[in-house]
DNA sequence: AATCTATCCAACCGCTCAACT
DNA sequence: CAGTTGAGCGGTTGGATAGAT
């Protein structure tokens, strides 16, 4: 169940030395197999919440705070722990491309993803792309190198991997997404219904956000995904400042037809690599520069290393 | 083999918000 | 209406570990 080892509960300094002896005290650092034991029985009697009642009942010297990081972040049942896929990093870029630092709500877009790991996979790898490429995380301008680099890769490795699902309805090549409705690591991410990673476009948009649709996308009459239309990345940087007007996705998920909306496939025909060049992209040309020749090199995107050529190739 | 450095991620903290009294 | 409490969120920390030197 924990994979916690008790020998690593020096790892964060306690609230005590000596809170073993001082039952009035509360003990803080890494969970005992005990402590997770102890927990996890409660829970199964007496259901969750009221943390702090729950703390004190289960004979656990923590707070309720502490007790209910604890379940949710690890001991949860549903709670799923290895490298995140292709298909689930694409969606966290996507996803926060529009919500931000919405952690816990992008989280309930992956199931058995907790916002703590989505936080801790934003931090550690997509902001170390940014510091290393010396630009703001979350600005316009790595809001594009992650559209104009990232994700175009992503969706390479999500078409590698899922062979026989490619959808054939449309010009560009997509990937049909699973509606398994477990995500299970190095399979699809699968999106039920009542998981749409993003709302479906309303009919009639706001004025001005139509206005701007209208003058700034691309709207791609041949597609067949109706008002999903596919997006020019030409246009990344109009899309960047609809987004914030409305929730307009920009995302390259759509759902296969109105009459499917809880089967999703991953348009990557969105990403138009060749009109991406720093005069249509809000990227710098230095940055530009920076990421078409050497700064990724050896980077690490995700689980995989990708090397230059793979990043040219594109 | 020893030391250094970078990375990962569990856990904590402070804050906000909603529900309740 | 004000105060209290519980729950949840996002930001940060720091020990463990892997990889590099």
Known sequence: MSSVSSSSLSKKSLSSSSDDDSSDKLRRGPWTLEEDNLL?????????????????????????????????????????RGNLTPQEQLLILDLHSKWGNRWSKIAQHLPGRTDNEIKNYWRTRVQKQARHLKVDANSTAFQDIIKCFWIPRLLQKIEGSSTSCSSTSTSSSSTILSQNPTVVSDQPVNYSAHDLPFPIPPPQLPQEVSGNLQGNLDHNSDSEHGSNSCISSTESMNISQISQLSEYPTSPFHPISTFQKDCYYVDSGCYNMESMTPATLSVPAGVFQNVAESNWVGYDFGDNIWSMDELMAI
Do not use: M
């Open 40 to 80: 996890v029985h409660y829970i199964a009697r007496h259901g969750e919440g009221r943390w702090n009642l729950l703390a004190k009942c289960a004979g656990l010297r923590r707070t309720g705070k502490s007790c209910r990081l604890r379940w949710l972040n690890y001991l949860k049942p549903d709670v799923k």
